[in-house]
């Protein structure tokens, strides 16, 4: 295996380095447990970030088996079945890791998170509010914003959105859910501001442009915003919109747009055409 190798060489190294020296037995055992650690400790940086998610878990749930007690592989687990989306198993692991002795507050909003994945909302507030109100971290808000929201508690929900937009440099993905949660509440203006403001930092968001033409047409404005899209991004806005006319009873108006969006579209857009011969099948 390429981690055994490289561990050997790099114990080979130390020990070369260690023969001129000629330090005694005990420094070299450091020494080489020292370059052991290191190295481990990289391996699992990368199986947590950039490795296949599935490879990662069965990685780290083999590490676990062999190491029970240590909450670093645990928790290397627990984020490895978050990124493979399998969010039960990553619940029960996080449970366990917040019961660990050496557990940190950050774990607690790891449980939160995963938690709310799996719908257990209750569970995942009780989990929050154990942790001190001076654990101040831009996911601590994000996920009490998002607790909020599912209460309906307005007006904490907006100053924990607020917060944790505050603490990030990326604030595109809470601005988005902030700009959601006033779409819900029939806010349709300040939603659009926020998915703008979203677009903004992160003109590749689609999932914030989507609901920015959402906004747009909740409030019966049909043209399209003026924001950075591809060819396929504007079929599937105007798309959006149509539908959102459609359902508003605009239908003419949405006959019109689904054109748009097949016109605009570089290749077949099937979704469109389907709707529109729909439309036109009724009259």
């Keep these: 295996m390429r981690h055994t190798s490289l ?145 309906k508690e307005w007006k904490k929900a907006d100053s924990f959105y607020e917060t944790a937009a505050g603490l990030t440099t990326k604030p595109s993905g809470v601005l988005n859910n902030w700009g959601y949660s006033k779409l819900t509440r029939g806010d349709y203006q300040a939603a659009e501001r926020l998915f703008v403001e979203a677009i903004t930092y992160d003109p590749k968001m689609f999932t914030a442009k989507n609901n920015l033409v959402l906004a747009r047409g909740a409030q019966r404005n049909y043209e399209m915003p003026v924001i950075e899209m591809s060819q396929i991004e504007r079929a599937q806005l105007y798309h959006t919109m149509a539908l959102t006319a459609i359902k508003q009873g605009d239908v003419a108006i949405g006959k019109g747009l689904l054109q748009e969006a097949i016109d605009a579209h570089p290749q077949h857009f099937e979704a469109a055409v389907r709707a529109l011969n729909a439309l036109e099948a009724k009259g």
């Design 7 to 151: 561990v050997s060489m790099c114990v080979i190294g130390v020990l070369s380095v260690s023969a001129c020296q000629k330090p005694g037995e005990a420094d070299v055992e450091r020494a080489v447990q020292d370059v052991i650690s290191s190295d481990e400790s990289n391996l699992n940086e990368i199986m947590m970030t950039v490795a296949d998610p599935n490879e990662a878990v069965a990685y780290f749930r083999q590490a676990v088996q062999e190491n029970p007690d240590k909450i670093g592989l645990q928790r290397g687990l627990g984020k490895s079945l978050i990124r493979a989306q399998r969010s039960t198993e990553a619940a029960a692991v996080w449970a366990k890791v917040v019961n660990h002795p050496d557990a940190t507050d950050d774990d607690r909003v790891d449980y939160a998170d995963a938690l709310i994945r799996v719908g257990e909302w209750k569970k995942a507030e009780t989990v929050l509010n154990s942790i001190p109100p001076t654990f101040e971290t831009y996911r601590r808000y994000r996920l009490e914003a998002m607790v909020a929201d599912s209460n």
